[in-house]
């Protein structure tokens, strides 16, 4: 097959499924309803690894705390998430297409390449988990599940946005139908009394509030970074922002209170999220035919969702970079991922966290200041902007000392903070410098 077959190819199959926009704004008329970006950004979150989350950090902070750094990172989510995912239904551009504005033309390579990749890094996370948790309740090969997992999940992304909408249709649903279940069911086996009073781990918290934000937070914050990908097929700066609040807080926090009630309510000594410790597992136990058989599907659909996302994200990011579509993208990125993920690389989630808290707040920190503060209608120009790289590397060398030294306080927040401040003293300066005398 030739080189121009093959784009012919690809051009009969973006005629079906539809454009997807890697390289230009999304026009108004290709804009997509609030209810279908409501679909696509509610589904993303609302997963059971975000009820993991909750169960680890009612097990290191007791109930009450852990509601309160989930409420409160949710929040802090919501206001950075919806701020960039204006910008990006304002434009109609994804976040390379800010990126080229804010870091260069030549130099957005580096934060979109970073985020692609970390979000690259979360499809092999979750198609791991997705693997690990069938493979141990069925008592099924755990390759074969992953890949399996994988290659579904690279399905759903080759569709498109459209598969993202697909995809929340069905997911959300069976969450809040079965999570409910869980809440509730778990819950009435120790009083909701026992759960508001639950002290954490084995009756002693260890886990700081800055800890716990910064594990909130880090748990979506490459994404939300990146959410110019999904708010610029918004029609108005409106539903933008109503369709990213049914993410965060809205759907995030549900997950993680799944997860935290749960935790709480079973007390379970030393309890492990990320083995049979958690909604599915909990389903499972049970041993009800029809329930488990809900629970197989609900974990394949649950982590789909979140899956189709990250690579939907890395595979628009990718195909920027390299000047191809999204959807050759996805199927070498999807197949990439699978291979990482038979390697158990999910084991390493909270390392994982820490690095995103690390390396990602400054880059939409950045964004921010530049594009609501200094250059509102600035046009993709410079090859390199020097001055977005030196706040970057603030930010990040802030928060690193932070969580070397301070670890009680938020990284993901001070870094956040630190490269917006750096870059808004910068800018000050800049604008300053080329006023007329």
């Not at 993680?256 to 599915?280: E, I, Q």
Request: one cysteine or more; hydrophobic letters at 55%; charged letters at 10%.
């Amino acid at each position: 097959m030739t080189k121009t077959s093959n784009v012919d190819a690809i051009d009969d199959v973006d005629h079906v499924l539809g454009e997807e926009y890697e390289h230009q704004p999304v026009p108004m008329a290709a804009r997509r309803s609030l209810f279908s970006v409501t679909t696509v950004w509610i589904g993303f979150p609302m997963i059971i690894t975000g009820a993991m989350t909750g169960s680890i950090l009612v097990l290191g902070m007791g109930f009450k705390s852990a509601f309160w750094a989930m409420l409160i990172g949710n929040l802090v989510m919501f206001a950075y998430i919806s701020a960039i995912g204006v910008l990006g239904t304002r434009r109609g551009m994804n976040f390379a297409l800010l990126a080229s504005i804010v870091f260069g033309k030549k130099g957005y390579v580096f934060a979109s390449g970073l985020l692609s990749t970390l979000l690259l890094g979360w499809y092999a996370v979750q198609t791991g988990i997705t693997g690990a948790l069938i493979s141990s309740a069925y008592d099924l090969n755990y390759v074969t599940m992953t890949i399996v997992a994988g290659l579904l999940y690279i399905g759903i992304t080759f569709i498109g946005v459209h598969g993202l909408h697909l995809i929340g249709l069905v997911s959300v649903p069976l969450f809040v139908i079965l999570g409910g279940w869980v809440v509730f069911d778990s819950a009435s086996t120790a009083g909701w009394d026992a759960v508001f009073a639950y002290a954490g781990n084995n009756g002693a918290a260890s886990m700081s509030m800055g800890v716990g934000l910064t594990v909130v937070i880090a748990l979506f914050i490459d994404a939300g970074t990146v959410s110019g990908d999904i708010n610029r097929w918004a029609k108005d700066s409106k539903s933008s922002i109503i369709a990213t609040f049914s993410a965060f807080p809205f759907a995030n926090l549900a997950a993680m209170l799944v997860g935290g009630v749960m935790t709480a309510a079973l007390a379970v000594p030393n309890a492990n999220p990320f083995g049979a410790d958690n909604m599915f597992g909990y389903m499972h136990a049970k041993q009800i035919g029809w329930l488990g058989l809900l629970a197989f599907l609900f974990l394949y659909c649950n982590l789909g969702s979140v899956c189709a996302h990250v690579l939907y994200h890395a595979a628009t990011g990718w195909s920027r970079i390299i000047g191809t579509r999204m959807r050759v993208m996805a199927v070498v990125l999807g197949i990439v991922g699978i291979v990482v993920a038979a390697g158990n690389v999910w084991a390493f989630f909270i390392q994982w966290l820490t690095l995103l808290g690390i390396l990602v707040p400054p880059i939409g920190a950045i964004i921010l200041v530049d594009q609501y503060l200094y250059r509102k209608n600035a046009e993709i120009s410079e090859d390199w902007r020097p001055t977005a790289f030196v706040a970057w590397a603030i930010g990040s060398a802030v928060a690193f000392v932070v969580d070397f030294y301070a670890p009680q306080y938020c990284t993901a927040i001070c870094a956040m903070l630190a490269g917006g401040i750096a870059y808004a003293i910068i800018g000050r300066q800049s604008v300053a410098a080329r006023a007329p005398a």
